[in-house]
């Protein structure tokens, strides 16, 4: 099955520097890879995610890079403020279409200082 | 606005009662629910991926017979934690997607409290 590391497990940065958040994946099938914020006590909620179709995505401060040959993807949170402190998670699920299982990352606990 | 909601948002219970969450998707029918489970700063977990009017796929590990799952509806899966002990307790969190999608939402989550 589907294993995905993702690193660090923790990470703080100064407000206004950028946060970069690594994951690697196993299974060459997989072809959607969303990233999820969760804040304490609440439920993850999609941040942007990106399709094996695609090298990179952008939203606003958030960018995530896609690299199929060696099975790794990358969030990048630019211009970080406090309210962007938070665990995040990368996922990766190999087929297409809203019912299948996702693989999850460990997790990242960002923490923007101000 | 919210896609998902969860009922209740935590709950406290004695041990050996059973517990009902309850997961509405509110925008679309979602044919597909899944459930997680997250302990303290660890990562999400699957349970069990339901399919509307058909019998839940409980992960390896997973007893089916003590976490029931029902997918009534396009709109609705609930999850009963039966018999709970101290040990049941833990974030539950629900996910829906729609059959044409990969976009998958998370509900807000339960937190449950076996005492």
């Known amino acids: 099955g589907e294993n995905v590391e993702q690193h660090p497990s923790t990470l703080s940065v100064q407000e206004g520097d950028s946060a970069v958040i690594k994951c690697t994946y196993s299974d060459s099938a997989s072809n959607y890879f969303p990233w999820y914020k969760q804040e304490l006590g609440k439920g993850p909620q999609l941040i942007i995610d990106i399709r094996s179709n695609v090298g990179e995505k952008k939203d606003q401060r958030i960018a995530v890079t896609l690299n199929k040959t060696a099975k790794h993807f990358s969030l990048h949170i630019t211009e970080t403020q406090p309210e962007d402190s938070a665990v995040y998670f990368c996922?990766?699920?190999?087929?297409?279409?809203?019912?299948?299982?996702?693989?999850f990352g460990t997790g990242t606990q960002l923490k923007v200082e101000l | 606005g919210a896609v998902v909601s969860q009922h209740p948002s935590r709950v406290i219970c004695k041990s050996g009662t059973s517990v009902k969450i309850e997961c509405r998707s509110l925008d679309f029918q979602a044919t597909t629910m899944f459930w997680y489970r997250q302990f303290p700063k660890q990562s999400l977990m699957l349970m069990a991926t339901s399919n509307e009017g058909s019998k839940a796929t409980y992960e390896q590990g997973v007893e089916k017979d003590k976490f029931l799952i029902n997918h009534a509806s396009l709109t609705l899966s609930t999850l009963t934690v039966t018999s709970a002990h101290p040990e049941d307790s833990s974030f539950y969190i629900c996910k829906v997607s729609s059959g044409g999608s990969d976009t998958q939402y998370f509900g807000p989550g339960t937190r449950l409290t076996v005492l």
């Open positions: 996922a990766a699920s190999p087929l297409t279409g809203g019912g299948n299982k996702l693989t």
